[in-house]
């Protein structure tokens, strides 16, 4: 497989490192699926969304309502201090 075809790779939500804690924390994905090495999947709660980006070289978030942003390891932590 070369790299345009293995970049065009379709990624469920519920695959991803960032669903469970997302989800247990009350928020909803509204990106269902992305295509591509590096992708960012919305999620929202009431009027707080976050991003979180799952690419090739590191994972993060981004809090698009307090501008807040983190690695993957610090998600958790996030989710319990806006709860």
Not at 18 to 23: L, Q, T
Not at 36 to 49: C, T
Not at 74 to 80: A, C, G, I, N
Request: hydrophobic letters at 25%; charged letters at 35%; proline letters at 1%.
């Amino acid at each position: 497989m070369s790299y345009e075809e293995a970049n065009k790779t379709i990624h469920q939500v519920e695959t991803q490192w960032h669903y469970k804690m997302m989800i247990d924390s009350g928020f909803t994905p509204l990106d269902k699926e992305k295509e591509g090495f590096v992708r960012s999947y919305r999620y929202s709660k009431g009027d707080r969304i976050i991003e979180c980006t799952a690419g090739s070289s590191r994972d993060y978030w981004n809090d698009r309502t307090s501008g807040e942003s983190g690695l993957w390891g610090d998600l958790k932590r996030h989710l319990e201090k806006i709860s």
